[in-house]
């Protein structure tokens, strides 16, 4: 069983705006930053939202990242097709002393 | 531009040892402030962290894989490795190599490079 726990789907029509939530408790997410990753089927993983809130250069402010206590969540506005991906929520665990991941989430875009 | 790549057996016998090696282009392995890492991902399923490794040679592993593993470093050759005793079938997997910054207060790690996966097969 994943430490973090993720919707294992979303969907929404094209424009429309999406929201992932990430759910873990004080040892992972409440006393670390979140990462988001974005990974199309057969691709590797790509890097999408790191600290929590912040979007690395290249990904499009469509997507945003927030974090209050032991939960985050992952934005998508204006959903396009080319959204559609697994999506992944990642942190520190202090108490397991490693990375940990949530199950991912699979977005369809209708 | 950094880039990783896997390479190593697409297939192992179960109880044997597989090893990966994952090459560092583009950029320095001994960069401080970065590990370097391995994932897995079954087939369908979701990543799995499995261990990272500092250029130094440090090494903090998945305690679940811990008993099995062993990462190394060899900066002469920018490379890493990977090797994970006693495999079974539930180590079948794609077998990602990645860049791991450690922030400096240590709540902050994520992968921003990685590479393009090797499949991993455990089977007779």
């Known amino acids: 069983q994943p430490v973090l726990t993720q919707p294992p789907s979303a969907s929404g029509t094209p424009g429309q705006r999406v929201i992932i939530s990430c759910s873990g408790s004080s040892p992972n997410i409440g006393r670390n930053t979140v990462t988001w990753y974005q990974q199309v089927p057969g691709t590797a993983p790509k890097l999408l939202i790191y600290?929590?809130?912040q979007r690395p250069s290249g990904v499009p402010d469509r997507f945003s990242g927030s974090k209050s206590g032991t939960s985050a969540s992952l934005a998508i506005t204006g959903l396009q097709s080319e959204d559609e991906a697994d999506f992944y929520c990642s942190t520190w665990d202090d108490t397991l002393n490693g990375v940990v991941f949530g199950g991912g989430t699979k977005l369809t875009v209708l | 531009q950094l880039q990783l790549q896997e390479s190593g057996p697409g297939l192992v016998k179960p109880s044997e040892t597989l090893s990966l090696t994952c090459t560092v282009s583009?950029?320095?392995?001994?960069?401080?402030?970065?590990?370097w890492a391995w994932i897995r991902q079954p087939p369908g399923k979701g990543l799995e962290w499995i261990g990272s490794v500092y250029y130094v040679g440090s090494a903090s592993y998945n305690s679940s894989l811990k008993s099995r593993l062993s990462i190394s470093v060899d900066t002469s050759k920018s490379q890493f490795s990977l090797n994970l005793r006693s495999v079974t079938a539930a180590d079948t997997a794609v077998y990602y190599c990645?860049?791991?910054?450690?922030?400096?207060?240590?709540?902050?790690?994520?992968?921003?490079?990685w590479g393009r996966g090797s499949l991993v097969t455990v089977s007779s």
């Open positions: 583009g950029d320095a392995i001994t960069t401080g402030r970065y590990y």
């Open positions: 600290e929590s809130d």
């Open positions: 990645a860049r791991h910054f450690n922030g400096p207060l240590g709540t902050t790690h994520y992968f921003d490079y």
